[in-house]
């Protein structure tokens, strides 16, 4: 069932384009900054161009499929080969990665943060989205490892050079933090290979095929498999981050440059969980199952966790960031409960969450440009100053708080129904528990983002900035975040959009899991 | 009068012969050309040099193309598959080193052509140590591959680090070269052949005799001193500093390469049934050469030191699939070839960074690369490439040598590779610790001196640097090309 025609292209045409941009920029002479900004610009927007195309060309009907297809030979040595695909699970953060990036060259025009050099800066934007379109497309496991890692190096250096006053701790930090989960994850890749019998889905007895994963794995026993996945919930769950491995992002974010962390949280920590239900729980549902109770509880924890951290914060940035932690806890718990309900809502809350604190950390960014503070306390009156920006961030604000209508709700909303009623294995009594504890989290939620905007968009401005002109949004930060407020209200209106897209893919895996614990 | 009667020539296939051949008239004609033109011929000295390596590699392709194994010498002199790659490694290896080598020569008025004559001297039992299958041919090899090597170290004669560096290795060496040949004596009473396969019936087939542990230790130990394995790795650090950056570039890839195609053979072939010794032999060797290397690394101020130390831990990654030799076999030996090849590469373009840098700061500590990135790019970005290389970061090829080394491990299964698997992992993370003080410096830092004028990279250096940065990337892209010739090498077990 291999594509054929520039459909085979297509997707490898979406990974590598952004790549092909950076190596053309790398010939380029560093003085010419406009050139630069037009080769990352037209490069991200081919690569969005056919992704388009992709999007329009997807059989909707046969979402549960692999689409576009290619596979191809690639390291004989190892049986490890060029898989790449796409289904209803990929094809909406697909989407998100591609949409983003061109974004953050969009705002990056009049924002190259301090030392400039908007070459390499753009370059390395461009080397992300070949990491994270590739990560998401990727159907062979060595294949995913070597896309996931491809996004290490380029953050490194964005937080590092570009960053703001503690960089070079934050940069190491998540590298290192990254860097041990990915170790074990590729051991866990490892003894997938050696321990499942490809045989069984008809192809080589050892194998990284992500499509017959599932089947090949059966044989593993329940006590190893346990283990297995224990590694890639490490290399998993760091990236999310779940707690108590969240400890990188705080500071990641925060240091990082405006577009670096608006990337982070919009498609980065996606790839964490993106991890867990397109590997982990397909192809070691029973490990799965186990695992669940103890993932929720991490979740929640979270989710509480990252709601009183958020309580604490005096930074807006770092606010946000902790906000991220709650918010992934949502998602987390949604893909705990191991049912089709809680992963098409995990689905949809890594989606909001990438356009809602995306939008975040845009704002937070603008108003770092503005006020060079983020000192909650010195800000105020916001609303005043720059009223259109006030809105926008009170716009955020209420996405991100869960208001119906905006694309926040149906990311934690369905997530905290699904726990009501978790997949058969799993004991109804600690998952209502849960359900009871993220419920609380929605209310600290509303807290800490009311608060929020209240502190730094009402009232007057404070008195150091009250004589300052303040710019409100300017042209080229509204083609930036245009399409984020557009998606936040379209995807809040119709969320079937997102669901009906997801929702075989998901009901798929929900099936395996269902089969693992009753076999 | 009788012996000369019944000495008859043995049979002599010229075109298994030919890189050796081709390798030695080009270095005679370099002699010939320093003899005959003297100064005058210095101009052309490195080229003859560098096309004379480059001829070499033209029968290794037709050999390999070819196709057929041939065996010389009763079996002493093998060219089948795995030598041919190691051929290959060898000859491109020292390719980038001539090229590293021109300018910094030529700049510090050193003995131009005597300087290529050894190091292609050096080269050429090189060549030789990758189809030696008998102590004999394996032992002139490696005298001959390290006799130049001692005469190079020392070859800033000026400088009195220089002639440490020469005088420490050239110690180290012959002692190492002593045990080592005390082991190939017992060896040989044992076996009553010099011939690797007969050592290998004669050792398997004896009980826990005492003899054969002693030699296979000595032996053993003997090479353990040329890949500088912890605890025998003392001269490393002091003769790499001292060297003449160029050679410590050879030094520590051609020359530690050799070292490791040599234990390949060793082994592979004539050790084969004897991994209740090999295997625990070498698994402390691997622990302790990947964690001291490494902790060490992580305390040096000089690029170069600090380069000396990573070489010695990835020497230690190196030594890993010797430890489950028994239980994974072939997957061992395809995992030591690719990490030999890949780790060249990413080594050979790191070392022509520092030169690079040092031509500028005419300085080794790494706080001299503060600011790099702000004024050579280039050479920031290539370094960058070459030392995430060497961490084991995709997309770049040390990614693909530690993953092969892992699956080696994994396709063993046993409780004591699951204990170095973790060894293993633990020091490539700290591996990344020194690595990433370098990656700092070039990108986070301020120019230490305030003096960023850019540097100029000469055509040559820049050429290696392409070169290797290439071979880096692709290989870590597509490291089927790498594997493959990792994967043929096999036939060494045979």
Known sequence: MQATGFDAWALSLVVFLPLIGAIVMMVIPKAEEELHKMVAMAASLAALAVGIYVLINFDYDASGELQFVVDKSWIDVINSRYIIGLDGLSLPLLVLSLAVVPLCVIYSWHHIPEPGNPKAFLILILILGTGMNGTFVSQDLILFFVFFEIVLLPMYFMIGVWGGENRQYAAIKFFLFTLFGSALMILSFLALFFLADGTLAGTTANTFDMRALPTAATVISTTTAVWIFGGMFMGFGIKVPMFPFHTWLPDAHTQAPTVGSVILAAVLLKLGTYGFIRIAIPILPGAAVEWAPFIGLLAVIGIIYGALGCLAQTDMKRLIAFSSVAHMGFVMLGIATLTDFGMNAAVFGMVAHGLITGMLFFVAGSVKDRYHTLEIARLGGLLKQAPKMGWILGFATMASLGLPGLAGFWGEFPAILAAYQPADALSEETFRTYMVIAAVGTVLAAGYLLWLFQRTAFGEPSDEFADEPIDDVIPTEWMAWSPFLLGIVVLGVYPNLLFSITDDTVVNIAELVTAAAGG | ?494
């Not at chain 2, 005679?28 to 001829?55: H, K, N, S, Y």
């Open chain 2, 1 to 494: 009068m009788t012996l000369l009667a019944i000495f008859e020539r043995p049979a002599i296939d010229w075109h298994a012969f030919a890189p050796e051949v081709v390798l030695l008239c080009a270095l005679l004609l370099v002699l010939l050309l320093d003899i005959i033109f003297d100064e005058r011929a210095r101009q052309i000295i490195p080229t003859v040099a560098g096309a004379g390596l480059l001829g070499a590699l033209l029968p290794v392709v037709t050999l390999a193309v070819d196709g057929q194994d041939r065996f010389m010498f009763d079996g002493a002199f093998a060219v089948d598959d795995a030598a041919l790659v190691l051929k290959a490694l060898f000859l491109i290896s020292g390719y980038v080193v001539v090229l590293l080598s021109i300018d910094y020569i030529r700049d510090g008025d050193y003995y131009e052509n005597e300087y290529y004559t050894l190091l292609m001297s050096s080269l050429l039992g090189m060549l030789m140590i990758a189809s030696s299958r008998d102590l004999v041919s394996m032992f002139v090899a490696l005298e001959l591959l390290s006799i130049p090597a001692y005469m190079l170290a020392a070859w800033r004669k000026g400088g009195p680090t220089s002639n440490e560096a020469g005088i420490k290795y050239y110690l180290m060496g012959v002692f190492a070269s002593a045990v080592m040949l005390y082991g190939m004596s017992l060896l040989y009473g044992v076996a009553g052949s010099t011939r690797f396969v007969d050592i290998g019936v004669a050792v398997s087939g004896s009980d826990a005799s005492p003899f054969v542990v002693l030699a296979i230790l000595f032996v053993v130990v003997g090479f353990a001193f040329k890949v500088s394995a912890v605890p025998f790795h003392s001269w490393a650090p002091d003769t790499y500093e001292g060297a003449p950056t160029p050679i410590t570039a050879f030094l520590a890839v051609a020359s530690k390469a050799a070292g490791f195609v040599a234990l390949l053979q060793l082994v592979f072939v004539a050790f084969a049934g004897r991994s209740d010794v090999i295997e625990p032999l070498f698994w402390i060797l691997a622990a302790l050469t990947m964690t001291v290397g490494n902790l060490i690394a992580l305390r040096q101020e000089n690029i170069v030191r600090m380069l000396a130390y990573s070489g010695v831990a990835q020497g230690g990654f190196m030594l890993v699939p010797f430890a489950v030799s028994g239980d994974a076999g072939d997957t061992a030996i395809t995992a030591i070839v690719t990490y030999l090849i890949i780790y060249a590469f990413m080594n050979l373009g790191a070392f022509g960074v520092v030169m690079a840098v040092a031509r500028k700061t005419r300085s080794g500590q790494i706080s001299s690369y503060g600011g790099l990135f702000s004024y050579a790019p280039g050479l920031a970005v290539a370094m960058t490439v070459f030392l995430a290389s060497l961490a084991g970061i995709p997309p770049l090829g040390g990614w693909f040598a530690k993953f092969v080394v892992i699956q080696s491990l994994f396709d063993a299964a046993s409780v004591s590779s699951a204990i170095l698997g973790v060894i293993f992992a633990v020091n490539t993370v700290i591996a990344f610790g020194y690595y990433a003080r370098v990656l700092r410096e070039m990108w986070f830092s301020p120019v230490p001196d305030g003096d960023s004028t850019p540097i100029k990279v000469p055509a040559a250096i820049a050429t290696a640097l392409v070169l290797t940065a290439v071979a880096t990337v692709v290989s870590g892209v597509l490291p089927q090309l790498v594997g493959r010739f990792g994967d043929i090498s096999t036939s060494l077990a045979l």
